[in-house]
């Protein structure tokens, strides 16, 4: 913070007006002057500082966290690998989440790969009241590296919920299996957005979730992504945009699992996939 001190400065200094009697109390006035331009002075200079710096706490920058946070995790002193495993995930919305939304859901469940070196590559595919013809790239072949993702609504996602509190699903697959499926229940999510959470971040994590299911098989940990159920305290820190993680063996197996299918045979007569509804 600066304050103008200049005029204190020359006011002090500045020659008194020829007046009658102003020759007996200039030198008083002129002391007083200079002893309250040296108490603003000092005052600024122990005040300043911390009125710099108030704004600070009382006012955090909007998104900052999310900025902090969306940065690929590290370990201490070691800085994330470089992604040089990949997996390929064919979406297929039959939800209808909006564009916007659904890659800021993306874009959070690639993070959380991304710290482990590997690299989420998205593909949108047709359903109901799209165009099939604007996408071509899901009908190329598929392998192991080749998931299938699908964002459902309640009637088709009451078909395949065991529970009624599952936001997710994933089959079971051998490493050599194309085209392995995982599903979301989008009208579970929907709902805990009407409750304050983010719907695009829990979108994100309940898909990374459920890649890691295809990877690790069914198993689930006391902590962190892969947790049986989610606490309260987990979906209002996702919301906030703060990580939760994979365990440290669960970060090398990911990574491992992902370099395993890349190095899997192609089939002879390779899988297509076209999971329109009727």
């Given at each position: 913070?600066?304050f103008?001190?200049?005029?204190?400065?020359?006011?002090?200094?500045?020659?008194?007006?020829?007046?009658?009697?102003?020759?007996?109390?200039?030198?008083?006035?002129?002391?007083r002057l200079?002893r309250?331009?040296?108490?603003?002075?000092?005052?600024?200079?122990?005040i300043?500082?911390?009125?710099?710096?108030?704004?600070?706490?009382?006012r955090p920058?909007?998104?900052?966290?999310?900025?902090?946070?969306?940065?690929?995790?590290?370990t201490?002193?070691?800085?994330?690998?470089?992604?040089?495993?990949?997996?390929?995930?064919?979406?297929?919305?039959?939800?209808?989440?909006?564009?916007?939304?659904?890659?800021?859901?993306?874009?959070?469940?690639?993070e959380?790969?991304?710290?482990?070196g590997?690299?989420?590559?998205?593909?949108?595919?047709p359903?109901?009241?799209?165009?099939?013809?604007?996408?071509?790239?899901?009908?190329?072949?598929?392998?192991?590296?080749?998931?299938?993702?699908?964002?459902?609504?309640?009637?088709m996602a009451?078909?395949?919920?065991?529970?009624?509190?599952?936001?997710?699903?994933?089959?079971?697959?051998?490493?050599?299996e194309?085209?392995?499926?995982?599903?979301?229940?989008?009208?579970?999510?929907?709902e805990?957005?009407?409750?304050?959470y983010?719907?695009?971040?829990?979108?994100?994590?309940?898909?990374?979730?459920?890649?890691?299911?295809?990877?690790?098989?069914?198993?689930?940990?006391?902590?962190?992504i892969?947790?049986?159920?989610?606490?309260?305290?987990?979906?209002?820190?996702?919301?906030?945009?703060?990580?939760?993680?994979?365990?440290?063996?669960?970060?090398?197996?990911?990574?491992y699992?992902?370099?395993?299918?890349?190095?899997?045979?192609?089939?002879?007569?390779?899988?297509?996939?076209?999971?329109?509804?009727?």
């Open positions: 913070m600066q103008d001190l200049q005029p204190c400065v020359v006011s002090a200094h500045r020659p008194a007006s020829a007046q009658p009697g102003a020759r007996t109390s200039n030198g008083a006035r002129t002391a200079a309250t331009c040296y108490f603003v002075l000092a005052f600024s200079l122990v300043g500082p911390i009125l710099s710096i108030t704004p600070a706490f009382a920058t909007p998104g900052n966290a999310f900025r902090h946070r969306a940065a690929p995790a590290t201490a002193g070691h800085p994330a690998p470089t992604p040089d495993a990949k997996l390929t995930l064919r979406v297929y919305n039959y939800a209808h989440v909006d564009a916007v939304s659904l890659a800021s859901s993306e874009k959070v469940a690639a959380a790969f991304e710290s482990l590997v690299e989420l590559v998205w593909v949108d595919c359903v109901p009241k799209t165009h099939s013809r604007a996408y071509s790239a899901c009908q190329s072949d598929v392998g192991p590296i080749d998931l299938v993702l699908r964002i459902l609504p309640r009637h009451i078909k395949l919920a065991a529970r009624d509190d599952a936001l997710g699903s994933a089959q079971t697959c051998s490493e050599r194309p085209a392995c499926e995982l599903s979301v229940f989008y009208c579970r999510i929907d805990l957005a009407v409750e304050g983010r719907e695009d971040r829990i979108l994100g994590y309940v898909i990374a979730h459920e890649v890691a299911h295809v990877l690790l098989g069914p198993g689930h940990s006391q902590e962190g892969m947790r049986g159920k989610w606490t309260r305290n987990d979906l209002q820190r996702i919301s906030w945009g703060l990580l939760l993680d994979f365990t440290r063996d669960q970060s090398k197996q990911l990574r699992a992902v370099l395993r299918r890349m190095k899997q045979p192609v089939l002879d007569n390779p899988t297509r996939v076209n999971l329109v509804a009727p």
